[in-house]
């Protein structure tokens, strides 16, 4: 099992920057990818950026791309996202969550807010 706590969100103005972190625990060498997705009220929660755990290849959806970045720390079991030139539209909870069978996303985190102002 893996347990997974994020941390890092805030309010900043639009093109402000913000980091969040994600802690894994539990069985974190098993893990195969981890990623972030976001919701905002009323809408479906969506994919935004992962990363494999092993060697690091990264993917971002092309609203991102260019804006974030998403990257890892196997001795800290943490993986991080990187958030630059935010926008009005990121305001979302964001959610990082891990697959330790292929790309499937079993394990999830509690979400941290995110708001950003126009």
């Known amino acids: 099992q893996v347990q997974l706590v994020e941390s890092g969100g805030g309010s900043v103005q639009a093109g402000g920057s913000l980091r969040l972190s994600c802690a894994a625990s539990?069985?974190?060498?098993?893990?195969?990818?981890v990623g972030w997705f976001r919701q905002a009220p009323g809408k479906e929660r969506e994919f935004v950026t992962s990363?494999?755990?092993?060697?690091?290849?990264?993917y971002y959806v092309d609203s991102v791309k260019g804006r974030f970045t998403i990257s890892r720390d196997k001795a800290k079991n943490t993986v991080y996202l990187q958030m630059n030139s935010l926008k009005p539209e990121d305001t979302a909870v964001y959610y990082c969550?891990?697959?330790?069978?292929?790309?499937?996303?079993?394990?999830w985190g509690q979400g941290t807010q995110v708001t950003v102002s126009s």
């Open positions: 539990g069985r974190t060498f098993s893990m195969y990818t």
């Open positions: 969550a891990a697959s330790v069978v292929g790309t499937v996303f079993e394990y």
């Open positions: 990363i494999t755990w092993s060697v690091a290849n990264a």
